[in-house]
């Protein structure tokens, strides 16, 4: 038994490289391998093709002529990780209590994830009409689309005085009026701001947005505190049915999978039998259920209804050249 003096973050390190590999495929040469080209023997252990273009699935933004650099640097790192696995195994570090309890917590969270992606694979894409809808309801994301240029200020500050902070807010000429305020009544505030697309604003809160004209101050009340915005300025830039049908399409069809996700999971605790044990008792009726998050589950597969970033248009690359952090999440995606 390994001395339990292994501290956590190298237990932890340890840890992600055996799941990794055993869960990829990368076990002893006992174990019943794929018929698959090999790669690379590492000692007594093969690495196969099928795991590299298994990470290579999950690699970002890789283009053909970068797929032959990338499967070399991709099987460097399988080789650096079968090696350290196979250093694990020979220090029975696979025996460690903790490490074993990791291995079944990573074990369960990838088959409960799997039968989420699987379950919500089933969503039938909107229909146009749907998707026309989508559109003629949200004016300020597409027909009357805005750039918005903005400076914020982020404020901590009590339940009993935002009343106050917003009489403060409808008397100020400027955003500094409302920094003097604050500095005078003691509430810390961050400031920041930038430009941003309508698609780059909260959806719930885009109509008010929408609504304010340049130089115009308004006030959002936030789960941490209050967001005051300055419109310093905007200009239009509307988009057409026809170019935004993609954008409403996926986001419509990943909030579809969010709801079946939800779904699924009061269906499966409806017909389950589940008995709190201990100081544990069943959520009152009504109360909000922090600890399910639906589509947590679901990985990239679904997209929560309030993240109004999903409406966004994916960001072009920055460069040709194939990113380290590119291949470092195509490897991630396997633990």
Partial sequence: MVSQ???????????MVVGVLALAGCGSSDDAKPATQVAARVNSDEISVHQINNVLAR???????????????????LIDQELLVQRAIDKKLDR?????????????????????????????????????????????????????TLQELNITIAADRVEALRAAVSAAGNLNDVVTWLRDNN??????????????????????FAAMKDGQIGLVQTPQGVLVIYLAASRP?????????PFIERFLLNRRKADMARDELKRLRDVAQIEYMGKFTAPVAGAPADAVDAPALLGNAAVPVSDA?????????????????ALEKGVSGLK
């Fill in 96 to 148: 460690n209590p903790q490490v074993m309890q990791a291995i079944e917590a990573a074990r369960r969270e990838i088959l409960s994830r799997s039968y989420m992606e699987q379950f919500a694979a089933t969503a039938e894409p909107p229909q146009p009409d749907a998707i026309k809808a989508f559109y003629d309801e949200n004016p300020g994301l597409f027909a009357q689309r805005r750039i918005y």
């Fill in 309 to 325: 970033p999903a409406m966004a248009a994916p960001a072009a690359a920055s460069s040709d050249a194939l990113s380290a952090q």
């Fill in 5 to 15: 003096k292994v501290g956590n973050r190298a237990v932890g390190a340890l840890v």
């Fill in 237 to 245: 830039q509307p988009l057409d049915l026809a170019a935004a049908t």
């Fill in 187 to 208: 509430l810390p505030f961050q400031a920041g701001g930038g430009v941003r697309a309508a698609e780059q604003l909260p959806l719930e809160a885009l109509p008010r």
């Fill in 59 to 77: 690699t970002p933004n890789l283009k053909p002529e970068q797929v032959d650099m990338a499967s070399s640097r991709v099987l460097e790192r």
